[in-house]
């Protein structure tokens, strides 16, 4: 009976609305202005570049997430990293961004996507390189049978001498079916033009779900095409090669082992890509060297 | 499948009550049951069918048909239902296979969709209270497909006939 009462509880999900368009950082103002660090210390253009993407579940211990990369013989040499679940509060001495970037010594471009408490929760790209051209894009909105949130992404160009490499970050919504995830996910790629790097989580979870609440695990798990390998299908379709397999976990929960965070390339070659099984998150990093 | 029904003969038998004979009274209750279950081995619910072939053994198949938000989920689970204990409160096993196809849709321009099929085997073992006409079951069980296992839950209510 419970069980019947939680579907007709939950039969409500929906789509609210289309996304906003990408904008430019600078224009965004109040309480999700974006935060952007200096240009980083020059150094030489490399002939690889290194890209991570690390969901830091919060990022409340700046010290320990920066500690932890820092002590990777991998994501130590990421020249970008990619951050999710990344979070900001006027208590503290700067957004977590810009504190994990200064120990690094990577500069950073934080895009709050909703304010969480009395600060702000979002995303964020860190670099060795400059970067231009911030913008931010605010996904479509699901609205769910609880816990709606807000969903953004973030582009950006790093600069390489002479050259530019575009890069998307992206965060997507967990307890939501394939279809709303492509609908999700399908306005920050199909608007971009020419070679870009995307990467994030996006939370691929190999489940369908019955409007947001019961994921439906058994029959998924029969049929094995999770939300990875129907993510992986639509990326192809668009000239997108992704960094790791389907296979290759990027999170842990009982019973599962996911991949839910990952890179894709467009128009750039893929040389080198793995997990970084770091500790400080419930994500793992994935990497990937890309040839320029 | 010669592994599965062996499994199920073998628990029954191990089971079996000093009392049962070759000469066993002949099976007096209804040997049809039509059920549905929700968040059972047939996916998000299921509308079952199951002939009793023997004082505790039956064949069932059960199937759905889903559209969850766009994708379209259809099983079909054919399995072998084994009573291990009891006559109205009853400890069951099942064991059988779980066939699926899903259907994505293409919510967006750029992209065709894409559907998939796939095959699996699953383990239940489960609580059953029978009135006349009527049997309730709670069960858990073990789903293993393509490169995945995950335990499952589901409940039922059925008609015998």
């Given at each position: 009976m419970r069980a019947l009462a939680l579907l007709v509880l939950v039969a409500c999900t929906d789509v609210r609305d289309q996304g906003g368009p990408w904008e430019p950082a600078a224009e965004i103002t109040g309480e999700l202005a974006p935060d952007l660090g200096p240009p980083p210390v020059e150094r030489a253009v490399p002939a690889t570049l290194r890209v991570a993407t690390w969901n830091v579940h919060f990022g409340k211990d700046t010290d320990g997430i920066a500690a932890n990369i820092a002590a990777s013989p991998v994501l130590s040499t990421a020249d970008v990293i990619l951050m999710q679940e990344i979070e900001a509060y006027p208590e503290e001495a700067g957004t977590r961004a810009s504190r994990i970037a200064a120990q690094l010594g990577m500069t950073w471009f934080y895009a709050p996507a909703r304010v969480e408490w009395n600060g702000t929760h979002g995303i964020a790209i860190l670099s060795r390189f400059p970067l231009e051209t911030p913008l931010v894009k605010q996904l479509p909105y699901i609205d769910q049978a609880w816990n709606s949130r807000e969903r953004n992404a973030q582009a950006v160009e790093v600069v390489l001498g002479e050259a530019r490499v575009r890069i998307v970050n992206i965060h997507l919504d967990l307890r939501i079916g394939v279809v709303d995830r492509i609908r999700q996910l399908s306005p920050a790629v199909v608007e971009l033009d020419g070679p870009a790097l995307l990467g994030g989580d996006f939370n691929s979870n190999p489940y369908a779900w019955l409007d947001s609440a019961v994921p439906l695990a058994g029959t998924e798990a029969v049929?094995?095409?999770?939300?990875?390998?129907?993510?992986?299908?639509?990326?192809?379709?668009?000239?997108?090669?992704?960094?790791?397999?389907?296979?290759?976990?990027?999170?842990?929960?009982?019973?599962?082992?996911?991949?839910?965070d990952n890179l894709y390339a467009h128009a750039y070659e893929i040389t080198a890509a793995g997990v970084d099984h770091l500790d400080g998150s419930d994500h793992w990093a994935v990497w990937a060297d890309v040839a320029l | 499948m010669r592994w599965v029904l062996s499994s199920v003969l073998a628990a029954s038998t191990a089971y079996a009550e000093p009392a049962v004979t070759a000469t066993a009274t002949p099976v007096e209750e209804p040997a049809n049951v039509f059920y549905v279950e929700l968040l059972g081995k047939a996916g998000a619910y299921g509308v079952g069918y199951e002939r009793q072939i023997t004082d505790r053994l039956s064949l069932g198949i059960a199937g759905s048909y889903a559209d969850l938000r766009g994708q379209q989920v259809s099983t079909a689970t054919p399995y072998v239902h084994a009573r291990l204990l009891g006559r109205t409160h009853t400890l069951f096993t099942e064991l059988g296979a779980v066939f699926v196809h899903t259907r994505t849709p293409s919510p967006v321009p750029e992209w065709e969709g894409m559907s998939d099929s796939g095959g699996g085997g699953f383990a239940a073992l489960g609580w059953q209270h029978d009135w006349k006409h009527v049997l309730v079951r709670a069960s858990g069980s073990v789903l293993v497909g393509e490169g995945r296992a995950t335990p499952w839950l589901g409940v039922a209510i059925g008609v015998k006939r």
């Open positions: 049929v094995g095409a999770d939300q990875a390998v129907v993510l992986d299908d639509y990326f192809a379709e668009q000239d997108f090669r992704g960094a790791i397999p389907t296979t290759t976990a990027t999170m842990r929960i009982p019973v599962y082992d996911i991949r839910i | -």
